[in-house]
């Protein structure tokens, strides 16, 4: 009797695997990765670029995506772009409104390497080099695609956007540009809202100071401000709950001391830090959903930072803001600029013809 209920269970077992097994490795070309299918139908080269960036659920972001796709196909006309979503939350929200498939970087990746592709580039469209760059670059791209998965295909890794002092520098150039006449009023005050990360270990959150300063070295009346959602220090108000020199609250009050200003005489431009004028911009910079009491909107308040400069008594130029809707909406972000997306173009130009740049993972091995 035990003997036929271990030989019932074995047979139990074999079936469940098998069943399983079919799922995940039945039909390589639609079931266990998406991506496969798109790859098959869109090779024509041997070299693929890989843009990666966060991601966004707006559809107002997809004009923005499709600029950068095109500068990179006319900048590489010999390679096949791809355009990647980091988050799997975008990328399936996305993919049911809008018919659009951007999956992940190890679906992919995965499908670049079975195409036979033999060199992939991949390009970070963040901002910053802080916890995405890294996990993209370090986990998806070194360890999962070069060391483990295929080792002999040629890869190059470019940098996001503010890798640098001299991609500071140059983001810095653009932004004052667009703004130049307004900062030349020291009644006028320009705020960039930046992601951030939250964990301090992550130097990355320097480079909005770096900007910050940068542009205020630009303009006269250093009337530039740079603050984060997601970074403790430089939030509109500090986790803490006590305000510090980095927090946007002490950065403005500081200015209007410094050059014996009221709030009420002062305009503040609210524009992101961002690739994309995304949720972030729409509901944590303008907050599109919460009106125009700002009765409640205190510095330390849940509330969009332009109902709490509203509260301190600013002014607040709405020319590019969401407008009321998202059809009207007229927000910009650093994927707007053409020169600013031009940056990224460089950044792989730069490595694209190098052959020192480019790496194996055997090189690893």
């Known amino acids: 009797m035990n003997k036929f209920k271990y030989l019932l269970l074995a047979a139990s077992l074999f079936a ?23 790859v098959k139908a869109s090779k024509k080269h041997d070299t693929a670029i890989l843009l990666c960036t966060f991601g966004s659920t707006f559809k107002e972001s997809i004009k923005t995506y499709d600029a950068t796709l095109a500068d990179f196909q006319n900048a590489f006309p010999d390679a096949d772009i ?44 963040h901002i910053i080099p802080g916890e995405e760059y890294l996990s993209l670059m370090n986990t998806d791209v070194k360890k999962k695609f070069m060391i483990e998965s295929f080792p002999s295909v040629q890869v190059v890794k470019s940098p996001c956007l503010v890798y640098d002092k001299e991609d500071v520098e ?48 630009l303009a006269a009346n250093k009337n530039v401000f740079v603050g984060t959602v997601d970074y403790g220090d430089m939030l509109f108000w500090p986790e803490e709950g006590e305000p510090n020199e980095e927090c946007v609250y002490s950065k403005l009050t500081k200015y209007c001391e410094d050059h014996n200003l009221k709030p009420e005489e002062i305009t503040i431009s609210l524009a992101p830090f961002m690739s994309i004028a995304g949720d972030h911009a729409h509901n944590d910079l303008w907050g599109i959903e919460e009106g125009d009491d700002f009765s409640a909107a205190a510095p330390n308040a849940d509330a969009c930072w332009r109902l709490k400069l509203l509260k301190m008594g600013f002014k607040i130029d709405t020319k590019e803001s969401h407008n009321g809707s998202l059809e ?5 972000g650093l994927g707007d600029y053409d020169a600013v997306r031009q940056i990224w173009v460089n950044h792989l130009k730069a490595l694209y013809n190098d052959a020192e740049a480019w790496e194996t993972g055997e090189d690893y091995q």
């Open 170 to 217: 140059a983001v810095a150039k653009v932004l004052y540009s667009h703004y130049s006449d307004k900062l030349a009023d020291n009644k006028n005050i320009l705020l960039l809202m930046g992601h951030g990360n939250p964990d301090k270990n992550y130097n990355a959150n320097t480079k909005y100071t770096e900007t910050e300063e940068a542009m205020q070295a």
């Open 82 to 125: 791809y355009l990647s979503f980091t988050s799997r939350t975008c990328v399936n929200r996305v993919e049911a409104e809008t018919g659009i498939a951007r999956y992940q970087p190890d679906l992919w990746l995965q499908a670049l390497g079975n195409a036979g592709y033999k060199k992939v580039a991949v390009q970070s469209l």
């Open 16 to 38: 469940s695997n098998a069943v399983f097994t079919s799922c995940d490795d039945g039909d390589d070309d639609n079931t266990a990765n998406p991506a496969e299918e798109v």
């Open 328 to 332: 009207n909406c007229k927000i910009i």
